[in-house]
């Protein structure tokens, strides 16, 4: 196959895996459809609805706040934790379905309904308007509604761009300037004396971040975690204070909660318990007639189960209850029963129920055909297997109690019969709605599985055409792409991927070994050492999270070590950067130390003034003066001021191939060897500080393969499955919760859409990036001329290095790619990765389409596609395809 049509090919079997990707999603994350406009009283023909017990609300949000950050023994919920013993508290754990990220747990907070999966993707466009529910029912909307209330909200700008024009006086905070903790809320706090006193609010709304903050920078045990706990609970006694302080409040009803909790890396958006039961407490003087009080602080039931546990959306219809407005008509909630002692009257208690109840019913009509639900005498509903026939058949159990009971009134056994009925129909709605299927477009995901079955034919015939590929290599690479594509269509392997990466590299580097001399096996041993490091460098996946590993059983209980590591990282980078300055672009000792000082100084002193402030116990060894002085530095300047010294460095490299001078004209293996090089301390800027010592091992199995003359086809295929390794060796996984914001701000002072990405990207994929660009290097030095690779010393002068060459016999031939040949190399390696990023797509698309009536469709296939179109848009394109061209196209 010609090069031209080769190339062309291969640009169009790239082009089509963006496509593929967004018509797919068009398809499996598609708004679910909802009814617009204000829900009405339901019960408008039975009488007026039950009287409200409350006439305002305070709703304060507190995000990631986990359940046992507020009922454990060990919380700074102290005064929360007394109401909860007086009676005046009533505590929940509300469960928040996957994903567990803000934008969605508030949607399902306010509407009462299960939002989209796309959320997910919104959640972090922090300029995204499209998922606004101004024309969505919510209780905030039904309050606004009722006698033009009023509403006040102040913290998290995700409302802001939920609820546009619902306010009266709003001040958002960017909830992704994770590097704060203290001013994102304190913002908040100030307007709170004022809005207490103030009289002309219906509800008012606070979310604070700052305890969020905390877990993405340093997890949930960082010592400025109980602190915030207690400056929590100072706010809540400031607010339940005024409550009986003045007289506008005493009918004000507050309600503590969390959007959702966090993992023990201080993450969440998926589906482990801890991200999934945030604590809710509702607190009122009146609630005290309820309930004498519980203990606490309690244990929990189950991992961090406290109390009852209830639904996020539970809340919604709760609030219309208890305040007298209408339930949102989207609503699947379920009205909490404990709050209907409120209610003397029997009939006001059914009431608050059958209102519930005839809500959700809509839904379940709206939702199942009139043949789906069946014509059932409401009689061993529990044996019926088909979801619609079994909520028609609870519907109809729960008619007829609702028929004698209006006409027997206050009868209290046929009442209490008649709640039963009803708690159990909305209760089982609830389940069943709440996992029934999205509404995909099944066209628009066979649209996409076609064109990236397209992609995969064309690159197919295009690696398998490759000119520096053999047989045995092929096979293998096949087999690695169809076992990792039979892979995604089983829940728990995709959970525990990181295995099959970590075996299947073991395996390569073994049969590298078979394949080369007897003289080489001391090199592949050190390779497969070096991996075996890097296993056990973090313990990721779903099963085994948790479980010992070096980061967190070696160097966090010895952090001296780790600094030890951490400074031999950057002592590497500064010697490499020294001689390749002076050497490679020819500035001379004293300039080449200088330059690397100039950048290695800094960086390593913005990483121990970083974890000062991040997380200061790796810092333990150090007195604690001297971790105050580095909490001083400007973290955001002296990020800029690495960023822009390594930028300049690098400019400074290219221009030098490119000098009119032939003497300091730098050779190419040099120029993309000091690329590499800054390339590597940009990357270790990115990284936390616990993972910058796998830098060390990165460097070393370098150094060994550089040793066992690997074909293209090799290099190509070592560095995709370490680069995949890398990936989970630094801590990530599948689920979202893994995703690392600690490094999304180095440098930026505030929330820029494009910056933030591109760090966060990055510092969640330096492990693969830096195996993308370590593979063009390796390409570049075999397809080097051979002038470039056999130079003497350093310190030989230029006269010294003629004569050495005109003693040389006549040169042999080369043993490397001819030049005609060299671009094929490229194009091979590009075909390859190409067509194993296209197949894993496929695989991944073939498999949400199949299973999208799966248990796990969305806790964990849905995100695996997420991550799979980071894979496909982010790395593939624009850092293998992308960076990888341009250094090519330099070096290459």
């Known amino acids: 196959m010609r090069s031209t049509t080769r190339n062309s090919l291969l640009a169009l079997a790239n082009l089509l895996v963006p496509a593929a990707v967004l018509v797919f999603a068009t398809g499996f994350f598609p708004y679910k459809a909802f009814v617009p406009g204000l829900g009405q009283y339901e019960l408008s023909e039975l009488g007026d609805a039950p009287k409200p017990h409350f006439d305002k609300v305070i709703f304060m949000v507190v995000d990631a706040l986990r359940s046992d950050f507020v009922y454990a023994a060990n919380s700074g919920f102290k005064f929360t934790q007394s109401l909860i013993r007086s009676g005046a508290a009533l505590p929940f754990t509300a469960h928040a379905i996957s994903p567990t990220i803000t934008m969605p747990r508030v949607k399902a907070m306010t509407t009462g309904s299960i939002p989209s999966f796309l959320d997910v993707i919104l959640n972090f466009a922090e300029s995204d308007t499209s998922s606004s529910l101004a024309n969505q029912d919510t209780w905030l909307a039904q309050i606004k509604n009722k006698n033009d209330g009023k509403l006040v909200m102040y913290g998290d700008d995700t409302w802001l761009k939920l609820f546009p024009d619902m306010f009266l006086r709003a001040d958002g905070t960017s909830s992704f300037f994770v590097s704060d903790f203290t001013e994102v809320d304190n913002n908040v706090t100030r307007h709170v004396p004022h809005e207490l006193r103030a009289n002309d609010w219906d509800a008012m709304v606070l979310h604070y971040l700052g305890l969020d903050h905390i877990g993405h920078k340093a997890g949930p045990f960082s010592p400025n975690m109980l602190p915030k706990q207690k400056e929590m609970d100072g706010i809540v006694e400031e607010i339940y204070n005024a409550m009986e302080e003045f007289e506008h409040l005493n009918n004000t009803l507050l309600v503590m909660c969390g959007d959702h909790g966090m993992n023990d890396g201080g993450n969440h958006g998926g589906s482990a318990p801890g991200e999934t039961s945030p604590a809710l407490v509702f607190m009122s003087p009146k609630l005290e007639s309820l309930s004498p009080g519980l203990e606490s602080p309690a244990l929990p039931r189950k991992d961090y189960e406290y109390y009852t546990m209830v639904e996020q959306s539970d809340i919604a219809p709760t609030l219309a209850g208890l305040l007298g407005f209408p339930i949102p008509q989207n609503n699947l909630g379920v009205f909490i029963v404990d709050f209907l002692p409120l209610w003397k009257s029997s009939l006001d208690r059914r009431n608050i129920l059958l209102g519930n109840a005839l809500q959700v019913w809509k839904i379940v009509k709206a939702t199942f055909s009139d043949e789906a639900l069946g014509n059932s005498d409401g009689t061993d509903c529990e044996s019926i297997s088909s979801g619609g026939a079994q909520l028609g058949c609870l519907w109809q159990r729960a008619t007829p109690f609702l028929s004698q009971s209006e006409h027997k009134g206050e009868d209290s056994s046929l009442t209490d019969d008649a709640l039963a009925s009803l708690s159990i129909f909305t209760r089982r709605a609830q389940d069943i709605m709440s996992s029934t299927a999205s509404n995909y477009d099944v066209s628009s995901l066979v649209s996409g599985i076609i064109l990236v079955s397209l992609s995969v034919i064309i690159t197919s015939s295009i690696a398998l055409s490759g000119s520096t590929f053999t047989q045995i290599d092929s096979l293998f690479f096949l087999l690695i792409t169809l076992l990792y594509g039979v892979m995604m269509f089983a829940s728990s392997y995709v959970e525990e991927e990181q295995h099959f990466w970590y075996w299947i590299t073991g395996g390569w580097i073994a049969y590298l070994a078979l394949r080369k001399s007897d003289k080489l096996y001391i090199y592949t041993v050190g390779v497969l050492s070096c991996h075996r490091i890097m296993q056990r460098w973090n313990q990721t996946g779903q099963k085994f999270a948790g479980a010992p590993d070096i980061v967190h059983d070696v160097m966090m209980l010895h952090p001296f070590m780790l600094w030890i590591l951490i400074t031999a990282t950057y002592s590497i980078l500064l010697v490499r950067i020294g001689n390749q300055v002076s050497y490679h672009l020819k500035a001379g000792v004293t300039v080449g130390t200088a330059c690397a000082l100039t950048l290695c100084i800094p960086a390593f002193a913005f990483k121990l003034g970083f974890t000062a402030r991040d997380a200061p116990e790796l810092l333990s ?272």
């Open 621 to 892: 060894w150090l007195d604690p003066n001297a971790i105050s002085s580095l909490e001083q530095l400007p973290l955001v300047g002296s990020a800029r001021l690495i960023f822009l010294t390594i930028s300049s460095e690098v400019v400074w490299a290219i221009c030098s191939r490119f000098s009119f001078s032939k003497e300091e004209r730098i050779m190419k293996r040099d120029l993309i060897s000091t690329i590499h090089t800054l390339f590597t301390l940009f990357l270790v800027t990115q990284t936390r500080a616990t993972n910058i010592p796998v830098y060390i091992v990165f460097i070393l199995q370098d150094h060994f393969l550089q040793k066992l003359d690997l074909s293209p086809m090799q290099i190509t295929i070592t560095t995709l499955l370490l680069g995949q390794s890398s990936f989970f060796a630094l801590g990530n996984s599948n689920a979202i919760s893994s995703i690392d914001l600690s490094n999304a701000y180095n440098g930026i002072s505030g929330f820029n859409v494009v910056g933030v990405g591109i760090l966060v990207f990055l510092s969640n994929w330096a492990g693969p990036v830096w195996w993308s660009i370590t593979a063009i290097k390796m390409l570049v030095d075999t397809t080097s001329p051979q002038e470039e690779q056999q130079k003497p010393g350093k310190k030989n002068r230029d006269w010294v290095k003629r004569e050495f060459d005109n003693l040389l016999p006549t040169k042999p031939q080369k043993q490397v790619t001819t030049a005609p040949e060299r671009p094929s190399v490229f194009t091979d390696h590009v075909a390859l990765l190409t067509l194993f990023t296209s197949a894993s797509l496929l695989a991944v698309m073939v498999a949400c389409t199949v299973l999208r009536t799966h248990l796990f469709i969305w806790t964990v296939f849905s995100p695996k596609y997420l991550f799979a179109m980071a894979w496909s848009l982010g790395f593939h394109l624009l850092i293998s395809l992308g960076l990888g061209g341009g250094l090519w196209a330099l070096c290459g």
